[in-house]
Each structure stands twice: as structure tokens, then as C-alpha cells.
């Protein structure tokens, strides 16, 4: 590796945002609604302390692989032409060696604090995030969204996994939910950034399929989604709190979905839509880790 990519440090804020903090952030408050769910309501705080640190790590890790995976195609694109990689700020060896630490410290947080089936878990999604979603799918393929899903859905498992050390039941709901509202959630960023996408040369559905496809499809989607969140009240793992509130959400995002399907400005749909995605998996994760707790509350 050549010295020279060393010789100039990065600073502090270009290498802070190669880890995307809002992504990161985002992404722990599903694993704290994992971990809600599972402890229903006798959180161990060390515990919850060291889940959160060590995916935060590792979450941190992905993006600046990522990140460094899409220097190329970065340039192309007006939201994203002036990251630290795109404009040569920071160089592909720094970056390399940036996501190595990151991985190599939430690695062990997570395998001394936690279990290594919590560790399996996070390396796992490491993998599909960087090494087939970001390599791979996200250039090559419309599936690329799906194969994106499956790594958006693994924070909640980590904090289930934190506190039980198995993927039980409630952990295979908390996949399916996530995953199911990766899929309407990235379609609307997908629509609101359309024209950067194509300049990039990405195979994402409206590009490939067309945009009336994508309203076509999104009914469905938020349908599945809406059933996937009542499992685990189905299952006993939440109560009634939780079913009416969810059938709430789900049902008014449908609802919404339905009363705008013929809306004509397609970035006003579709930023209504990512509006509404955020609020739905925020107060989804809330009752995740409210609702168990009221549960413990009233059988007390």
C-alpha cells in the first residue's frame, strides 16, 4: 500500500461523515426495539449499553465501506458528489483502514459484551450490506432493493439477540417486519433521487420497471407490511396497545396510499410517502418497547 495516501490526515468532520451518523442513528433505534421486545420490560442496562456501542461500531463500518465502494458513482450524483471519497479528501486506503477499526472494535464489544450469536448476527449483515448489496446488486440489479432489505432488517435483530441468545419467533417477526418496510421506504427515496440514480447507470425498479410500476406495487408492500407488525401481538409477544396502534399506522399509510395513487407530481407522492415510512418504524420501535413493558406492568 502506498505510504503517500497516508501523508495527509483527514480531518475529523469528512471522517465523520464517511460513517453517515443519520443512518447509524436511525439504525439504533431499531436495536433498541429489538432489545425492547425481547427484554419485555426488565432491561439490563450494561447490556443495552454495550448492544448499542458495538452495532454502533459495526453499523459505522458498513457505511464507510459503502461509502468507499461508491466513490465512483458518488460523483454522478448531485446529493452526494461532495463526500470526502468523491472529491478526493480522503483516500481509498484511509477510508479502508478507517471501516478495518471500526469493525475490528465493535467486533469486540460485541463478542465480550454480548454473545457470539449477537456477533454472528452483525457480521452477517456486514456481509450482505457491503459484500453483495453494495458490490454487487445495488449496480447490477432491480433486486438489489430486496437484497438491501434483508441487511436493513438486521439491527433489530442484534438487540433481540442481545438479550436471548437465540433467534426465536419474535426475532423471525422483527426480520420479516423490517424487511417488508425497507421495500416502500427505499422506493420513495429511490423516486424522490430518480434522475441522480440514472446518471449513475443504477438498475433500481422505476429506472428498469418504470415509475407507475412502483405505485402499482407500493399498495402491496404496505399491506404486507401492516400484517407482518401484527405477528407478534398474534404470538402473545405484545397486547392490544400495540395491535391498535399499529393497525392505526399501518392502516392510515395504506389508507394514504390509496387517496394518492392518482396524485400527479411524482416527488411530492413519493416524498409522502418516505415521510410517513419514518414515521412508521419510529412508533413502530416505540411500542416495541413500550408495550412489553406495560405488560409487565399490569401482570405485576
Not at 55 to 78: E, K, P, T
Not at 95 to 118: E, Q, Y
Not at 125 to 136: D, E, H, K, M, Q
Not at 215 to 238: C, D, E, K, N, V
Amino acid at each position: 500500500m502506498n505510504t503517500l495516501a497516508f501523508r495527509i490526515a483527514p480531518s475529523r468532520r469528512d471522517l465523520l461523515s464517511l460513517i453517515k451518523p443519520g443512518i447509524v442513528l436511525a439504525n439504533l433505534v431499531s436495536v433498541i426495539g429489538g432489545f425492547g421486545l425481547a427484554a419485555r420490560g426488565q432491561v439490563t442496562w450494561s447490556l443495552l449499553n454495550a448492544t448499542l456501542w458495538g452495532a454502533a461500531l459495526i453499523l459505522s463500518a458498513g457505511c464507510v465501506f459503502n461509502n468507499l465502494i461508491d466513490r465512483d458513482i458518488d460523483s454522478f450524483m448531485q446529493r452526494t458528489r461532495q463526500r470526502p471519497l468523491a472529491q478526493g479528501r480522503i483516500t481509498a486506503p484511509q477510508a479502508l483502514a478507517w471501516g478495518t477499526l471500526l469493525l475490528g472494535s465493535g467486533t469486540w464489544v460485541l463478542g465480550c459484551h454480548t454473545n457470539l450469536l449477537t456477533l454472528a448476527v452483525s457480521l452477517t449483515g456486514i456481509f450482505v450490506y457491503v459484500g453483495l448489496y453494495s458490490l454487487y446488486f445495488k449496480r447490477h440489479s432491480w433486486l438489489g432493493i430486496w437484497v438491501g432489505s434483508i441487511a436493513g432488517a438486521i439491527p433489530p435483530l442484534i438487540g433481540y439477540t442481545a438479550v436471548t441468545h437465540h433467534l426465536g419467533p419474535g426475532a423471525w417477526f422483527l426480520f420479516l417486519i423490517f424487511c417488508l418496510w425497507q421495500i416502500p421506504h427505499a422506493h420513495a427515496i429511490a423516486l424522490l433521487h430518480l434522475e441522480d440514480y440514472r446518471r449513475a447507470g443504477l438498475r433500481l425498479l422505476p429506472l428498469t420497471h418504470g415509475e407507475e410500476v412502483v405505485r402499482q406495487r407500493l399498495p402491496y408492500y404496505i399491506g404486507a407490511f401492516l400484517l407482518a407488525t401484527l405477528l407478534p401481538f398474534f404470538y402473545s409477544l405484545t397486547g392490544p396497545t400495540y395491535l391498535l396502534v399499529m393497525l392505526t399506522v399501518g392502516g392510515s399509510w395504506l389508507g394514504m396510499t390509496w387517496k394518492t395513487r392518482h396524485h400527479l407530481h411524482l416527488k411530492s407522492w413519493a416524498r409522502g410517502h418516505f415521510m410517513f415510512s419514518i414515521l412508521a418504524i419510529m412508533i413502530l420501535n416505540f411500542m416495541l418497547v413500550l408495550d412489553p413493558a406495560i405488560l409487565l406492568l399490569r401482570g405485576s
